[in-house]
Nanobody, 112 residues
Framework: QVQVVESGGGLVQPGGSLRLSCVASGSIFSFLAMTWYRQAPGKQREWVATISTRGIRSYADSVNGRFTVSRDNTKNTMYLQMNSLKPEDTAVYYC??????WGQGTQVTVSP
């Protein structure tokens, strides 16, 4: 079973940037579509971005133009570059494979 581990979260001021990483185990990463989700306190988990096996990207309206999802199949890693961060981006960020493998999440806090 594929395991995924997120990293890169932290505390950042509004307008700042962070880059999250999601590393997957095994040898089938290049065959998996990968997705970022987030869950803010007291809210339901929401979709953020997806990158297909061919590198086709899609984004939630709330992050489009500010976040960029990418992948490096040689490193079994997906990234989420987050720019122009807002307090409402504060959440635990999770990655998920197309086989429905979830990580434990990484906390992102945007605050002055």
């Amino acid at each position: 079973q594929v395991q995924v581990v997120e990293s890169g979260g932290g505390l950042v001021q509004p307008g700042g940037s962070l880059r999250l990483s999601c590393v997957a185990s095994g040898s089938i990463f290049s065959f998996l579509a990968m997705t970022w989700y987030r869950q803010a306190p007291g809210k339901q988990r929401e979709w953020v971005a997806t990158i297909s096996t061919r590198g086709i990207r899609s984004y939630a309206d709330s992050v489009n133009g500010r976040f960029t999802v990418s992948r490096d199949n040689t490193k079994n890693t997906m990234y989420l570059q987050m720019n122009s961060l807002k307090p409402e981006d504060t959440a635990v960020y999770y990655c998920k494979t197309s086989q429905d493998n979830w990580g434990q999440g990484t906390q992102v806090t945007v605050s002055p």
